[in-house]
């Protein structure tokens, strides 16, 4: 076989233009840099199994659902119950049943760049989306948890078509005009979910970075209102923001 200069092969890989049969005879060229993109591309291989591993996992609740004769199953998610300011957004999702989005996963987990690029993805290809945010002064009148079902539920009433089942991240609801599941840690175990965890959490990232424009100082468009060492000693020495939760205790706590 004649050799190919490296970077040759190097385009070659990254285009995925090598077969299998090519691949196995690469591995006895001695060069260094072919070895090297071997095990790159290998490791690669692997990691997509893995994803998509994951990814079949985490469709089995849609799939059961789609199995007992649902058309439209929804998934619905919320950012930002524990921080001190900003709102608590939540998002409702009905995926296509051919949906495939490898690597996405509870939003948390993914890096910025990643959610960005999925929330796009999700947005383009959902059946239906919905995001309710429920701003810091009716969290505090309705305490967080009822503040969180609030937006979920706001979320839940903008899909259309109506959802023939929802999966909901450990949340449950005594009322919804529809049937549904409350699962712990569902944005890791249900891809509607993940989807909706996704959605939530760069809606309200994008928020927070516009009130650190507003309020710059107490770092909102890297904390996202979380209570870090910059957020808590701007508390203590400007005060609070008319964003600010009040009835959460470090923020109480500045106010006396």
């Known amino acids: 076989m004649e050799k190919q200069p490296i970077a040759v092969l190097k385009q070659l890989f990254e285009a995925e233009k090598l077969d299998e049969t090519y691949i196995n005879a690469l591995k006895s060229d001695e060069r260094k840099g072919v070895q ?3 095990e790159r591309y290998e490791r690669k291989k692997l990691n997509e199994k893995a994803q998509e591993a994951n990814f079949f996992h985490m469709s089995r609740y849609e799939q059961r659902k789609f199995a ?3 058309h439209y199953v929804a998934g619905t998610d919320e950012a930002g119950r524990g921080p001190l300011a900003g709102p608590v957004v939540a998002a409702s999702v009905i ?5 495939k989005l490898l690597g996405l996963n509870d939003s948390k987990q993914l890096n910025e760049t990643s959610r960005e690029e999925y929330f ?5 290809e959902a059946v239906s989306y919905g995001v309710s945010i429920i701003d810091n002064h009716t969290i505090d009148q309705v305490n967080i948890y009822e503040a969180t079902k609030l937006a979920m539920y706001k979320a839940l009433n903008q899909l259309d078509p109506a959802p023939d089942h929802v999966l909901i991240d450990a949340v449950s609801f005594e009322q919804l005009p529809y049937p549904s ?3 712990t840690k569902g944005d890791q175990e249900s891809i509607s979910v993940a989807a909706a965890s996704v959605l939530a959490k760069v809606t309200r990232d994008h928020l927070m970075k516009k009130l650190d ?4 100082g107490y770092g909102f468009a890297s904390n996202m209102g979380y209570g870090t060492k910059q957020h808590t000693a701007m508390l203590a020495e400007h005060g609070i923001t008319p964003y600010h939760r009040k009835t959460f205790a470090p923020v109480r706590n500045a106010i006396s």
């Open 36 to 38: 090297k993109l071997i």
């Open 68 to 70: 007992d004769g649902c």
């Open 95 to 99: 995926l296509p049943r051919n949906f």
């Open 120 to 124: 796009t993805i999700i947005k383009n």
């Open 181 to 183: 599941d409350s699962i």
């Open 213 to 216: 424009e507003e309020y710059p």
